[in-house]
């Protein structure tokens, strides 16, 4: 999985979609469930859904991008200490990834640019309802880690 994640994920299929190269691999980039069908299985089920399509292609790995869904709840903690978090069973602390490691996958590494999001302060102000009106770091609810603000330069980026 490269450093950059989920983004160089979708930079590499445009890519090779628009150079009109035939696919070689596959990745799973993202299942979301909504809450109020939480706690059902869904995920589990989705999860090998992806796995069973990506085989029925021919491909032998399922590589993915992990959001973890709880680390909001702890957005200053570092993600490489955060994803060796392990219950007293052995598995991550974080529900997303037990899901993966009881599916057979293996946590491999932190993709520390995975996602990157930058806008004006007039953007984020818009899609957080945050003031965005102090330089240093931003908690904004839901995000993994904190939002990175620029009075300067009329800047914040969520890396």
Do not use: N
């Not at 599916?103 to 899609?127: C, H």
Request: proline share 8%; charged share 25%.
């Amino acid at each position: 999985m490269p450093d950059k994640g989920w983004d160089q994920v979708l930079v590499w299929a445009f890519r090779d979609r628009r150079q009109g190269h035939p696919p070689t691999a596959v990745s799973a980039l993202e299942i979301t469930v909504d809450t109020e069908y939480l706690g059902r299985g869904l995920s589990h089920r989705m999860l090998a859904a992806l796995r069973d399509a990506a085989a029925g292609q021919g491909h032998t790995a399922l590589p993915a991008p992990v959001r973890p869904t709880a680390k909001h709840l702890q957005p200053r903690a570092r993600m490489a200490d955060y994803i060796r978090r392990r219950r007293e069973d052995g598995l991550p602390t974080d529900p997303w990834l037990r899901v993966h490691v009881r599916a057979g996958g293996s946590i491999e590494k932190v993709a520390s640019a995975s996602m990157t999001v930058s806008g004006s302060l007039t953007q984020w102000r818009q899609w957080t309802g945050l003031p965005f009106d102090s330089d240093g770091d931003i908690d904004v609810p839901g995000a993994l880690v904190p939002v990175r603000c620029d009075t300067t330069h009329d800047h914040a980026v969520y890396l």
